[in-house]
């Protein structure tokens, strides 16, 4: 009995002595994220746990101790669309991003999502949409936003003197789902918690709407305009091309039939091709610049080929987290670089679990005929 008491007695202590460093340690958590460099060096070292986890938090660094650079001029490294006529594509995206703006400027709601794959230029029309309002663009990566650093986002809208703010969220599909509600009541009545936001315009582009569809079609409800992207097809990378040299790489001669091999082999996606353009322009040979980049056959790499040779070989649907195993990736790179146009574009289908589709067969067919 004796020895039972003993180690009730010894555990309370423990239990206890382990929620206090919890304590310090979210408390000295805390001063750090709001101390000035000069208050940092007044802490004692020994105050500090060594556990201690040290944030910076989102939108607080201190830029004043940064150097800026004082070299020459700093030569232009990229080009993106100014006006609308730049923008190359989405015909129907447009008109509709007109009708937005007539609206906004109406007193309207116009909140959008753009549906779209990587590198198809959904941060570039949203930058294009807030320049024809004249707004405060405020944009965010939709991970970064979380529960804490969400009052100082609803605070740099209160704040702006601009007479139209769009809130930009990429990526909104990789925000935490309990983080999402807060902006269904904050997008339809501009309040938290009975607290006025400013009226702002919500936009957000996702890869992978089907996931917003599942854990919070709430907030899509609450968004007026859902906008989808069109495929570009080889006319329009080539356009695309052709700009992106002329605004950079004039002096640099590059003839039909390689601009034409660059749209073919980028999976139609505009920042491919232009990443396929400078490869060129400083190799002067196709050949070698696809080779590099692994490119096999109609912008389709080898890693997309093994995905589909798993599937072809494969006597069942397999999942997402099982397949990116077989090619030595994560889950999420996956998900992220490599299914999005291979489902697009008709190579496999989602059951829910991945299957090869007769597309799909018929490429590899084509590829094995090749190389024998």
């Known amino acids: 009995m004796t020895l039972f008491i003993i180690f009730i007695i010894c555990f309370i202590y423990y239990v206890y002595k382990y929620s206090n460093k919890k304590d310090e340690q979210k408390h000295l958590e ?42 020459g001029v700093i030569k232009k490294f990229e080009f993106r669309p100014q006006i609308w006529e730049q923008f190359i594509s989405q015909e129907n995206a447009k008109e509709e991003i007109k009708t937005i703006v007539k609206k906004v400027k109406r007193g ?34 939709g991970r970064q936003v979380n529960e804490d650093n969400i009052i100082d986002i609803f605070n740099e809208i209160n704040q702006s003197k601009e007479n139209y703010v769009v809130l930009f969220i990429d990526e909104i599909d990789t925000m935490e789902w309990r983080v999402l509600k807060i902006f ?7 309040k938290i918690n009975e607290k006025q936001i400013k009226p702002f315009i919500f936009a957000s582009a996702t890869i992978s709407k089907h996931l917003l ?9 609450r968004i007026q305009h859902h906008i989808q992207f069109v495929r570009y097809n080889t ?21 039909d039939n390689i601009i034409i091999t660059i749209a073919e082999n980028c999976k139609y996606n505009p920042r491919t091709s232009i990443a396929l353009l400078e490869d060129y322009i400083v190799e002067q040979n196709i050949t ?6 692994q490119i096999i056959a109609d912008g389709l790499d080898v890693f997309d080929i093994k995905i589909l040779d798993i599937l072809a070989h494969s006597n069942r649907a397999i999942g997402a987290n099982a397949l990116a195993l077989k090619v030595g990736m994560g889950e999420n790179q996956y ?38």
């Open 30 to 71: 805390i001063q750090i994220n709001s101390l000035t460099d000069k208050d940092a060096s007044d802490i004692p070292v020994s105050n500090i746990n060594s556990t201690l986890d040290v944030r910076i938090k989102d939108n607080q660094v201190d830029t004043s101790r940064l150097i800026p650079y004082e070299g």
């Open 108 to 141: 309207i709601k116009g909140h959008l999502i753009i549906s779209a794959l990587k590198g198809s230029g959904k941060t570039t029309f949203i930058e294009l949409f807030a320049k024809s309002l004249g707004a405060k663009l405020i944009e965010r990566i």
């Open 184 to 190: 269904n009541t904050a997008i339809e009545q501009f």
């Open 213 to 221: 569809v599942k854990n919070n079609p709430d907030l899509l409800d």
């Open 235 to 255: 006319e329009d990378i080539t356009k695309i091309i052709r700009q992106y040299q002329n605004q950079l790489y004039k002096e640099d001669t590059i003839s």
């Open 288 to 293: 070698k610049v696809l080779r590099n980049r």
């Open 335 to 372: 998900l992220r670089e490599i299914e999005p146009f291979l489902l697009e574009f008709g190579y496999i289908q989602r059951l829910p679990s991945r299957a090869i589709t007769a597309q799909g067969l018929e490429f590899l067919r084509k590829i094995k005929e090749k190389v024998s």
